[in-house]
C-alpha cells in the first residue's frame, strides 16, 4: 500500500485491511462515457487494483463537457474511448493495471471479457447492452452496479447475485420504455455524472471490502428545487418470473435484442457490426477509399469522410457512421464503401 491511501486507512469503514482488499480487487467498465470515465477514473485512485474498460465509441468535442478523462487532443484525433482513458489513468495511478478493449460488448464476447473480474460497473446508454450487462454478470455469479443519468435525474442499483434482483426484475416494477426523457429528447446537466459516478463507486468499494451495500434503486433530482435523494424498491427481491433470476436463463446471451445497426444514444450515428466480423484491412481500405473519400488513419482506426458522413473503423470490423441516424441509410452506406 502506498502513502497516496493513508486518507482511505483512516477512514474506519476501509482501514488498512480494507485497503489491501481494495487493491487486490478487477473492476470492469462497460461504457466509459460521462459516468463510466469518472466511476473510473475514481477506481483507479481509490487503489483498484485491476481495471478493464469496454467501450465501443470514440471522443467527440460534444463529450467534452462531462467526460472528464479526455481532452481536445482526444477529440481531435476521434480516440478511441477506451484507449484515451486508459492512457490518461496510467498517468494518474501507474500502479494500476488498466486494459482497454475498444470493443463492443456482444452476446459472443460478454461471458470472456466479464470473467475474472470482482464487480462489474455498467455506464453504458442503452438497455441491449444493460441487459447484457446484466445477464452475463449474473451468469458469472458477478455483482453489478448500474448507474445511469438522463436530463437532471441520476440513478444506481446494485445487483448482487442470487439474494438481490437483477436489472430484468427492477425492469418489472420501473415505468415501461418509452414514458420517460432519454439523452435523446432532454440532454443532461454537465455535472451530473459526476455524483452519479461517485455514488456507484462508493458500493463498488463497499462490495471490495465485505461491507453490505445499499438496497434497492437510489435516484437523484438535482436540478429542480434543492437537490433531493430517495430510495426505491427497497424490499424488492428476484423475480420468479425472470427468465435470468427465476429460471438460469440469459437471453442477452443467447443473442435475443442484438441487432447489426444501432443507432447510438444522443447522437447522430449508427454502429454497424458485420454479420461475419474479421479484422479488416485498412491499408487495403485505405487505398480503395482514397479516390473518393477523405481518409488518415488514427488509434486502431481508420476514418473515411464521403457522402456527407465520416465513417470509422475499428479493429474488431465495426463500423460507427456519424452523420445520419437513420440505420437503413447507414447500411447501405457501409455496404456501398466498406463491404466485405
Same mark, same amino acid.
Given at each position: 500500500m502506498s502513502a497516496r491511501h493513508d486518507r482511505s486507512i483512516l477512514f474506519p469503514g476501509i482501514g488498512p485491511e480494507g485497503q489491501k482488499r481494495i487493491e487486490a480487487s478487477a473492476i470492469a467498465f462497460v461504457g466509459v462515457g460521462a459516468v463510466g470515465a469518472a466511476a473510473a477514473e475514481i477506481a483507479a485512485r481509490a487503489g483498484f487494483g485491476r481495471l478493464t474498460l469496454i467501450d465501443r465509441d470514440v471522443v467527440e468535442e460534444s463529450n467534452l463537457s462531462r467526460q472528464f478523462l479526455f481532452d481536445a487532443e482526444d477529440a481531435k484525433a476521434a480516440s478511441p474511448k477506451a484507449t484515451a482513458a486508459a492512457r490518461r489513468l496510467a498517468r494518474i495511478a501507474p500502479g494500476v493495471e488498466v486494459r482497454a478493449l475498444a470493443e463492443d460488448l456482444d452476446h459472443v464476447n460478454a461471458l470472456r471479457h466479464l470473467k475474472g473480474h470482482d464487480v462489474v460497473f455498467d455506464g453504458t446508454d442503452n438497455f441491449e447492452t444493460r441487459l447484457l450487462v446484466s445477464d452475463a454478470s449474473r451468469a458469472l455469479g458477478l455483482p453489478s452496479i448500474a448507474a445511469a443519468c438522463v436530463g437532471s435525474e441520476g440513478l444506481v442499483a446494485v445487483s448482487r447475485p442470487p439474494k438481490t434482483p437483477c436489472l430484468r426484475c427492477f425492469l418489472e416494477v420501473l415505468p415501461p420504455a418509452g414514458s420517460g426523457p432519454t439523452c435523446d429528447t432532454v440532454g443532461v446537466v454537465p455535472s451530473l455524472p459526476l455524483l452519479v459516478a461517485a455514488a456507484g463507486m462508493t458500493e463498488a468499494l463497499r462490495l471490495a471490502v465485505g461491507a453490505e451495500t445499499s438496497p434497492g434503486v437510489l435516484t437523484w433530482e438535482v436540478w429542480n428545487g434543492a437537490l433531493t435523494s430517495r430510495r426505491r424498491f427497497e424490499a424488492a427481491r428476484p423475480s420468479p418470473a425472470c427468465p435470468a433470476c427465476g429460471e438460469g436463463r440469459y437471453p442477452a446471451l443467447e443473442g435475443e435484442g442484438s441487432s447489426s445497426a444501432v443507432r447510438l444514444c444522443g447522437?447522430?450515428?449508427?454502429? @454497424?457490426?458485420? %454479420?461475419? =466480423?474479421? =479484422? =479488416?484491412?485498412?491499408?487495403?481500405? *485505405?487505398? %480503395?477509399?482514397?479516390?473518393? *473519400?477523405? &481518409?488518415?488513419? /488514427?488509434? +486502431? @482506426?481508420? @476514418? *473515411?469522410?464521403?457522402? +456527407? &458522413?465520416?465513417?470509422?473503423?475499428?479493429?474488431? +470490423?465495426?463500423?460507427? @457512421? %456519424? /452523420?445520419? /441516424?437513420? =440505420? &437503413?441509410r447507414a447500411r447501405a452506406i457501409y455496404d456501398q464503401y466498406v463491404g466485405r
Open positions: 447522437r447522430d450515428a449508427v454502429q @454497424i457490426r458485420p %454479420r461475419d =466480423p474479421a =479484422p =479488416p484491412d485498412f491499408e487495403s481500405l *485505405a487505398r %480503395r477509399l482514397a479516390s473518393v *473519400a477523405s &481518409v488518415r488513419r /488514427g488509434e +486502431g @482506426i481508420l @476514418i *473515411a469522410n464521403v457522402d +456527407g &458522413v465520416t465513417l470509422t473503423l475499428f479493429e474488431d +470490423g465495426r463500423c460507427l @457512421i %456519424r /452523420g445520419t /441516424g437513420d =440505420p &437503413v
